[in-house]
């Protein structure tokens, strides 16, 4: 869960991560795309939004080596 020694850009990225892991669950269990759902049918808003979560991943593997979250302890 999120911790209180993160800076905010990795708070924000953890909740976008925990979304598309919420997401591709709903998916893969129900068929269920929760992000068109929400956002309609709108493909490039879609497009958007999923690559806002992969970079959100990306940042969230770099968390080790943020000074600012490390300046946080």
Do not use: Q, T
């Not at 925990?18 to 709903?26: M, P, Q, S, T, Y």
């Not at 600012?68 to 302890?73: E, P, R, S």
């Amino acid at each position: 869960m999120m911790s209180s020694n993160m800076c905010a850009g990795h708070k924000v990225s953890e909740v976008l991560v925990w979304v598309g892991a919420i997401n591709w669950g709903l998916i893969g269990f129900f068929d269920f795309n929760l992000v068109n759902e929400v956002v309609g049918s709108s493909p490039s808003v879609e497009r958007v939004i999923y690559g806002l979560i992969g970079l959100a991943a990306l940042c969230m593997l770099a968390c080790n080596n943020c000074s600012m979250c490390k300046g946080a302890k």
